[in-house]
DNA sequence: ACTTTTTTCTCGACAGTCGAGAAAATAAAT
DNA sequence: ATTTATTTTCTCGACTGTCGAGAAAAAAGT
């Protein structure tokens, strides 16, 4: 149902869309927003001043006078206004972040996981610790820290923030936000990880400012199957999913997935659906939870040499790919694909498989294929989609707390 | 990107929500539009002495006095204000129906179509005809009907209002907006038929009170197959799409597809299908374009009688349409199906292999088939789909023209 | 010192919502 | 017939918000 609006709704939309050019175009001048925006000058100027005296933004004299007339002033986001940390779960690591409210960053490191290790309780233990120690390194108190964005792969609930099923520990759930008690008060996000890349993906396009962009999709290869897809709705924002496409049905083959399930993409285009095709291991067992890259290299080497097997493993691995995206731009649209992940290494193998199983469909056929781009820095864009998620959060709140606040 | 607020938009949705609120419960007091809407009395008043002036509300006098107090004043919509046009285009035959501003139907019929005759221009004339029958039987000039609402199985363009590829048709397009000139001036809406059927699908579901429903999927089975999703959006707004769900790759099966591309769902199961596997005809042949329900009728009956083949095609179209829609929770989320078109009278044959294609996904085994429903009646659900979309734009454009008209 | 130029700030007009209470209109009670 | 109770609609003033225009500020050029 629709809702109503009101005069403070408008206020609040408003200051959003300042603080949100300040994130897109960095620090502006009174000018400079009104003119981004769309708002009168004036105001611009009741905005600017209500920011400013909620202490998120400040005023920053213009270094380079340039032309002459009055010397602009401009507005930049306090720093010290609040504190974002950003974790990113991976089978072998946990990278942890912290970052300004201005997005920039502060500290980062990362530390081993031990994959062999399935229990919930080490992994929780170290997690609180090591945000614990991020806070410390930087001298910030950990009320400061206003929103924790962690990212891993698997299905999420991101409304409770609950880890729902994961490559590393199944069904086996973890709670995030029961983790962190006081003295942290943060906000919890939880995503799934592709999803944060699809964020960052569109981000980057809309940047580079691609017209009539609709829907970008992101698809991550790895030992497991990631796909995200960032649409912009009718209002141009940006809604962003991470669909069940490593453990969509790609073909009754009876292939054995580690989910359990049979004919999952995963099990044909996963890390270990390769290894099993390439090995002619029998396809209802699971070779191996966790295939190291190095093996992966041997493979796919073996392949470029004219090995058959390790040859007809990346290319049933792409064909697998191709068609699940298909499916996709079947049932969404057509839109533009970027692959990421450790498994872009392997690209040149899987393309003419990704190419022929995009070929099957008719949506292919009078539409054309998507235009799929290869993006291998996969850490650069989760870390991008965590501080723009984080940041929009935190701007959102400081606006909402304008109204019960003061 | 956000867009900038103003005051005057908030007048628009707020007159947006006394309208909409009109047209799901029925004509209302004062009192009542503002407990539905939220609105304070004061406002309700403005807005609706803006839209008696603009001569699209009036006031009606209460009937029944029933309690003591000073009588209520019912605002209700003038049905003189517009008029709109529904049109249902299906392989066989052409429904045309009237309705008013109030939404009531003032006219209905339908005429017949050659579903040999592939060529636009017969039936393009008997369009631009019929419509014109339709505003002369109920004396009503033709430029106070406002929005022509058609549908029509296949691929649609909304925006330019183009019938890109449709059963009929093949990949002749169809310009529906260049058919009506003036005096017409309705503006032209073109939607494909399923996706009408998943917003009124939808708004059933809504009206029955169903709480947390995020999404409808609708199916309809027939010569073709539809898929219709209809999503309620953060806001709480119906979106609605029409992905090309039965040309989505099913398998690999070889099974040719009228559209030219191999192992599409309705392949398998849209009744050409069925009848090329039951009378197993080789698949790379279609061996109808057109099958009449008696002979799937025929089919059924020996299927049901213990036919061999016969049983196994519809198990097979079963299959095909359970993994397809496994495939949708698994890239949108579980929501409710329901399964509509004359292909609904075979459900019986086609559920075992309905359910046990669902089950082959881990979304399914996750969170639990989708509960699936059985509507048979279509045409009731395309007429109220059509209405309340047509109304919603009428309801838009009164809205929008308050501000530079006058 | 004066002018030009550019930017920011301020003021009054206008549009919108809201709460409270006045006014209206009827049924019941006296 | 008049009064009272009740319910609904209408109206008024306060408040919040946006906007355009012009005043004020602040620097560079002359």
Redesign the interface.
Known sequence: ???????E??RQ??S??VL?SLRRHGPLAHTDISHH???ASATVSVITAELEKAEVLERREQQAPAARGRPRVIFGQRRDAGYLATVRISSDMVQYSLADYGGTLLDRFEEPRNHADTATRPFTEAFVAALDKLAERSRIDRAQVLVVSISSKG?VDPVTARL??SPVFGAQQVDFAALLQPPWRAKILLNNETLIVAHAMALRMEKAGMRDLQAVAALSLGHSIGLGIARF?????L?VTA???G???N??DGKL?R??????IEASAGFYGILRTAFEVPPDTIPAKFVPLVEMDKIALRARQGHRMSEYAFRQAGLALG?GL???V???ENMPIAITGPGTRYFDLLRRGVEEGLA????V??FGAPPISVVPEEATLVLEGHLDRALAEMDHDVIAARTDGD
């Open positions: 149902m629709l809702t109503k609006s009101s005069t709704l408008v939309q408003n959003a869309l949100a925006t769309g708002l299905l729902v099923w709705d009718r209002s141009g924002e809604s669909p069940n496409f453990h969509m049905l073909s009754s997935c989910c359990g399930a049979q004919g999952c068609q298909s499916r996709v079947s049932l969404y099957q469909s008719q949506q056929r009078l």
